[in-house]
């Protein structure tokens, strides 16, 4: 699949901004949260999450019917979290606003809603591609267990920078959390490169045109310029620069903000690591193979 | 009785000779489904919007090769993966005919529909930037302005070998449904239980 720069960056930036929520509001629960820390933190990934929707305006070619997306969320994952997704912003918006007034009922209500939301918003995000059967990379728990996993661990370096900059007591338990949930993301990420990297496409240029002959080449694709289908489905990028992009991703991803989080500088390590996020959510398009391609592989 | 509106393509006469491409693109560039747009059509990398394709693959080993001609447009699938996924309900299955078609009124040109299809039948336009696909000509087949013999695709009327047949596949008189018993006709990459409507007739 043409990795799709839009969605890219909505998808990393609203997993920041739910991990963040989520690391937030694990502190607000354990008792030792500033109420500053916690109205700018929510705030912050109230607005993360706000970006990512604004992001991900950019993929629709038709941006101003896109009022109309909600409407088949019983069978679409799509419209599911085009729902969610603004229902969580104002939750958290709200919890943000609760904390600043020192509504400590309204606060935990809220944060208790907006966190059922938040996993809502995993679930969403996630299900578009898992939903897929056919795009076998994708059509896994993995997919779910991954897009969690990261955002999570993103969203806790992020409150380690905070932490740092407004409530310098919880840097340490901030650092600990990003530490072990960057990790656990990364060597889950990591395992479903190998899994992808052994999976055998069920659909064969056999079976889409249905030959039982096991030598089948394709002659022609009835166009010379290309399509939609040679655009769309196809990321264009040399197995050279994939492998670039994967050592992007497992040095940035963990690595190098697991040494900048050790060494106090947790603003620079989310930087570094959404950078790698960026990298692997860019892997993820680019790794998926969609059977369509099967069609496509050869112009004349 | 339900009715499943569909091609069977006879891939025993097909000589590739792209008359469908061009009739289709001719009829469905205007007309309830029109544009259909071309990018550059005299430049140097021309692309452009087609409902159908007739590619072209050699099967088995030289010297005992087979050229197949292999016209490739949506399926209308019975269960249409394409379908539940759209989030404006601008994609749909008709139940009166089972034709699958995409409304541009309310299209976002979100391309999920594009990605949950694994036969590649849809492209968006990238003029009008919404999803485009074959609609079986659902604006002449219907049109009793035209004479009955006519009341067919634009494709189907075109081929000069009749390797098109169109009819309903339910109705076990139609020539697409003989067709499709006595000749074997057989579904489009079957592992993915989309149960696809059109049905290709293999090499005798």
Redesign the interface.
């Known amino acids: 699949?043409r990795p799709a720069w839009s969605i890219i960056v909505f998808t990393t930036l609203a997993g920041a901004g739910q991990g963040l929520f989520l690391a937030l509001f694990a502190a607000d629960l354990a008792g030792r949260a500033a109420r500053h820390f916690l109205f700018i933190g929510s705030a912050l990934a109230a607005l993360l999450c706000l970006a990512g929707l604004a992001s991900s305006f950019f993929?629709?070619?038709?941006?101003s019917?896109?009022w109309?997306?909600?409407?088949?969320w019983r069978?679409?994952?799509?419209?599911r979290e085009?729902i969610v997704l603004p229902a969580f912003i104002a939750v958290v918006g709200t919890y943000s606003a609760a904390q600043l007034f020192s509504l400590h009922d309204w606060a935990r209500a809220l944060g208790w809603a907006a966190v059922l939301l938040c996993v809502a918003l995993f679930v969403c995000t996630a299900m578009?591609y898992a939903?897929?059967?056919?795009?076998q990379e994708w059509h896994s728990p993995l997919t779910f267990i991954n897009f969690f996993a990261l955002g999570c661990a993103s969203g806790a370096t992020a409150a380690a920078a905070l932490a740092a900059e407004l409530q310098p007591a919880l840097l340490p338990a901030c650092t600990a959390l990003a530490l072990a949930l960057g990790l656990i993301g990364f060597l889950l990420r990591a395992g479903t490169f190998v899994r992808n990297a052994r999976l055998h496409p069920?659909?064969t240029?056999q079976?889409?045109?249905?030959?039982h002959?096991p030598?089948?080449?394709?002659?022609?694709?009835?166009?010379?310029?290309?399509?939609?289908?040679t655009r769309?489905?196809f990321h264009g990028r040399s197995a050279a620069t994939v492998s670039a992009v994967r050592v992007a991703f497992l040095v940035l991803g963990f690595p190098l903000p697991a040494v900048l989080l050790y060494a106090g500088q947790p603003a620079i390590a989310f930087v570094v690591q959404y950078a790698g996020l960026l990298a692997e959510r860019w892997l993820f398009f680019a790794d998926a193979r969609?059977?369509?391609?099967l069609?496509?592989q050869a112009v004349a | 009785m339900k009715k499943q509106l569909a091609l069977v393509i006879d891939l025993d006469v097909c000589v590739g000779c792209?008359a469908c491409?061009t009739s289709c693109k001719e009829w469905n560039d205007q007309g309830a489904a029109g544009p259909l747009t071309d990018q550059r059509p005299y430049g140097k990398?021309?692309?452009?919007?087609?409902f159908n394709?007739?590619?072209?693959?050699?099967?088995?080993?030289y010297p005992q090769t087979q050229?197949?001609h292999?016209p490739?447009s949506c399926l209308h699938c019975e269960e249409p993966?394409c379908?539940?996924?759209?989030?404006?309900?601008?994609s749909y299955k008709r139940k009166d005919d089972g034709i699958v078609l995409v409304d541009y009124d309310?299209?976002?040109?979100?391309?999920?529909c594009?990605?949950?299809?694994?036969?590649?039948a849809?492209?968006?336009d990238?003029s009008?930037?919404?999803m485009k696909k074959c609609t079986l000509c659902v604006d002449r087949i219907y049109d009793e302005k035209l004479p009955e013999r006519d009341r067919k695709p634009a494709c189907v009327l075109a081929c000069p070998t009749n390797a098109r047949l169109f009819g309903d596949i339910y109705d076990p008189t139609s020539e697409a449904a003989v067709a499709i018993k006595e000749r074997g006709g057989?579904?489009?990459?079957?592992?993915?239980q989309t149960r696809p409507a059109q049905k290709?007739l293999?090499r005798k």
């Open positions: 699949m993929h629709l070619g038709r941006p019917r896109s109309r997306s909600a409407a088949m069978t679409s994952w799509l419209s085009v578009i939903c897929l059967k056919f795009l069920k659909s240029t079976s889409a045109i249905g030959a002959n030598r089948v080449r394709q002659i022609s694709q009835g166009q010379m310029g290309g399509s939609y289908n769309e489905f969609h059977p369509q391609n069609y496509y | 792209h491409v990398d021309p692309t452009g919007t087609f394709r007739v590619q072209t693959f050699e099967v088995g080993k050229t197949v292999f490739k993966p379908v539940p996924v759209c989030p404006t309900g601008a309310k299209c976002i040109g979100c391309g999920y594009a990605w949950a299809c694994p036969y590649g849809r492209e968006l990238e009008q930037k919404v057989y579904e489009l990459m079957p592992e993915w290709y293999p």
